[in-house]
């Protein structure tokens, strides 16, 4: 049984950084995407980025380019995500997702469909105080 636990939120000043990270279980392939989505109350889930660790193909939504960073640790079957410069709208709960086998990160031609992520983590909250 395939299981991701998140780790690593918390509450942080503006400006400051977090490094969350997703350990997925039950599943040794490397060919597997694994995404990170946020959510807040009231509010749709929203991809935030992902990565495909068969090849190491990355994707990060506009909203946080140039602020975080995905990336793959094989060995110990975890996916981080760190998170530099943070404001406070980057408050939500971040959710780790993924889609297990080589078919790749996008569903009609987009990554942050979360409809198409099958197996999901309970999520860690990320708080960012202005």
Known sequence: QVQLVESGGGSVQAGGSLRLSC?????T???KCVGWFR???GKEREGVA???TGGG???VADSVKGRFTISEDNDKNMVSLQMNSLK???TAMYYCAANLGGRGCLYGGSWDVA???R???QGTQVTVAS
Do not use: E
């Open 23 to 27: 350990l997925v279980s039950g599943y």
């Open 29 to 31: 392939s490397t060919n």
């Open 39 to 41: 959510q807040t109350p």
């Open 50 to 52: 992902a990565i495909y």
């Open 57 to 59: 193909t990355t994707y």
């Open 88 to 90: 406070p709208d980057d």
């Open 115 to 117: 409809g198409s992520f």
């Open 119 to 121: 197996n999901w983590g």
